[in-house]
């Protein structure tokens, strides 16, 4: 059963960084996509960053330029988080998928489920002006 467990959330002032933390274990595929995504107050569900297996990245608009993805050998993934904006905040849950690699674009609202079965807990960033 595949496990995702996230960390390093926080409060911090506009400006400021962070860095997340996503801990997997019993996720075995070798072709596969991970990634974080989140929700703010109010909002809708709003992919952040992702990476796949071949170590290819992809951001949202919203991010890139102060967000980067990055994983280690043992499929942990993390989120470096700088300049964040009051906009950032939100709870951040990293994902995984059912194997296949990351698709071009981000997934519809309702596929995202279905392209990532896989959820943490969250983590919740909270960035004051």
């Known amino acids: 059963q595949v496990r995702l467990v996230e960390s390093g959330g926080g409060s911090v002032q506009a400006g400021g960084s962070l860095r997340l933390s996503c801990v997997a274990s019993?996720?075995?595929?070798?072709?596969?996509?991970m990634g974080w995504y989140r929700r703010g107050p109010g909002k809708e569900r709003e992919g952040v960053a992702f990476?796949?297996?071949?170590?290819?990245t992809t951001y949202a608009d919203s991010v890139k330029g102060r967000f980067t993805v990055s994983q280690d050998n043992a499929k942990n993934m993390y989120l470096y988080m700088n300049n964040l904006k009051p906009e950032d905040t939100a709870m951040y849950y990293c994902?995984?998928?059912?194997?296949?690699?990351?698709?071009?674009?981000?997934?519809?609202?309702?596929?995202?489920?279905?392209?990532?079965?896989?959820w943490g807990q969250g983590t919740q960033v909270t960035v004051s002006s």
């Open positions: 019993g996720y075995y595929y070798s072709h596969y996509c």
């Open positions: 990476i796949d297996s071949d170590g290819s």
């Open positions: 994902v995984a998928d059912r194997g296949g690699g990351c698709p071009e674009t981000f997934p519809a609202r309702d596929q995202i489920d279905f392209k990532y079965p896989n």
